[in-house]
């Protein structure tokens, strides 16, 4: 069975059709209210001159030239047939040669006929026929020659009124009807219509912020997208997908570049050794260390980006512990000390080999640019925060936020150092869903707070 495709037409079709029965159905409602509110003698009134208007529509003259009255419309002929089927109704139709009776015509009315001015196009009059009174309606059409009708002894039901009102009103209402009608789809259409439209973009536009960037990640979905959007969706996703093979052919290359690099540059440092200047076996080390550095900082970038991390339960506390452990013997020959402050253990959610990588990279930052540290601080606090203070020159206030940014080194740095550690750090904790923060420690130097989001149970709790 196939399924059927959802589309924005259909429901706004559908919006714009049941407003416009909605107003005609108000409409019809508000007639026959209007109708039905009216006095007795109104109601008589209204239906007499319907009734006469009906008439002089319907004379006319057959092949012969005869004067004759032709039923038009099954309506007409229902009315008339209602007329007729009361016994004191009659009329009298002339174009002052030929003339159709209906009826008796009482004496009375015949003088007011015979006595009325020509220049009286309409006028109602009362007569008498028993002890009963009923209305007239004397009516002269402006056509030429001029046909006369006068009616009388209509007693129409309430019921009966209603349907000669609705019948002569609807076609002059019709046009006030569509005006209303275009009144209403035009309201329809800003408001209903509308919103009508912006949930199923609001519900692309509430997927597309889902999407996370990595290769084969998050695609905007198209299930129950309207088959108009389907064709956007479709070329967005192919644009993401172009997106990630380029991306991933230039990650592919870093990743490959660094590592071939780093079995030349390991060869070239021994091989340094025999150098017999010692100033410059100095420089060159010192340079080559810095090459190994901007390796070694790119194939983790490459690494980490474009790469979805798998998350578990760590404790933070536990992975200080092992990184500073690593850095110790390099800090006791620069004359530092690392100290660890824990809280005990400190879970969060998260992937352990990332982390290790941004506590590393904080660490040697420090041992590299905060010179005259004598302690180098690790706090691990119970609210998910890791804090390394060192008692270097710091970093100034306006220097802070694009320290954070790839390649980007502060003006009081040494000529060492990449420009990425910090960049890496914050890729880190943003595929963490947590933050980076540089402040200036109380006595002096930086201080960097790596924040972690709370889990999802705590989360709940809260």
């Known amino acids: 069975m196939m399924k059927r495709q959802n589309s924005i037409a259909f429901p706004v079709a559908s919006v714009l059709v049941l407003g416009m029965v909605l107003v005609m159905v108000i409409s019809t409602v508000l007639t026959i209210t209007v109708s039905m509110v009216m006095d007795a003698q109104s109601r008589k009134q209204v239906a007499l001159d319907i009734v006469v208007k009906l008439l002089q529509d319907g004379v006319s003259y057959d092949q012969t030239g005869k004067f ?120 329809i259409a800003v408001f209903a219509v509308k919103r009508t439209i912006a949930i199923p973009v609001k519900r692309v536009v509430d997927s597309a912020e889902q999407i996370d960037g990595l290769p084969g990640g998050r695609r905007i979905s198209d299930r129950d997208t309207p088959v108009e959007l389907k064709p956007m969706v479709a070329a967005f996703n192919n644009a993401l997908s172009c997106i990630d093979n380029a991306f991933e052919a230039q990650r592919h290359f870093l990743a490959n570049a660094s590592h071939e690099l780093r079995t030349p540059l390991t060869k070239l440092r021994l091989k340094l050794d025999l150098v017999q200047d010692p100033e410059v076996r100095e420089v060159l080390v010192r340079d080559t260390a810095r090459l190994g550095s901007i390796v070694t900082t790119s194939l983790q970038l490459a690494r980490l980006s474009g790469q979805a991390l798998t998350f578990t339960m760590i404790d933070l506390a536990a992975i200080a512990r092992a990184v500073i452990a690593e850095h110790v013997p390099l800090a006791m020959k620069q004359g530092m000390e690392i100290e660890l402050k824990a809280e005990g253990r400190v879970m969060v959610s998260g992937s352990e080999p990332a982390i290790r990588v941004a506590l590393d990279n904080l660490i040697i930052n420090a041992m590299r640019h905060a010179r005259g540290t004598e302690v180098l601080m690790v706090e691990v606090l119970q609210s998910r925060l890791v804090r390394v203070t060192d008692e270097g020159p710091g970093i100034p206030a306006a220097e802070r936020e694009k320290m954070l940014k790839p390649f980007v080194r502060g003006n009081t740095n040494a000529s060492e150092g990449t420009g990425m550690g910090l960049a890496i750090v914050t890729q880190i904790m943003m595929a963490h869903g947590g933050s980076v923060e540089l402040a200036e420690a109380a006595a002096g130097g930086l201080v960097v707070d790596l924040a972690f989001p709370k889990i999802a149970k705590e989360t709940a709790a809260a």
Request: proline share 5%.
């Open 68 to 187: 004759v009255l032709e039923v038009d419309g099954v309506i007409v002929e229902k009315i008339l047939r209602l007329s007729k089927e009361q016994p004191e109704f009659w009329y009298f139709l002339s174009d002052g040669k030929q003339s159709i009776v209906h009826g008796t015509v009482p004496e009375t009315v015949r003088n007011i006929i015979e006595t009325t001015s020509p220049q009286v196009f309409s006028s109602q009059f009362y007569y008498k026929k028993g002890d009963e009174q009923f209305l007239g309606l004397r009516k002269l059409s402006a056509e030429d020659p001029p046909k006369l009708a006068v009616i009388g002894g209509v007693t129409f039901s309430n019921a009966e009124t209603l349907l000669v009102i609705l019948r002569e009103i609807w076609p002059q209402g019709l046009y006030h009807l569509l005006g209303i009608v275009l009144v209403a789809t035009t309201t």
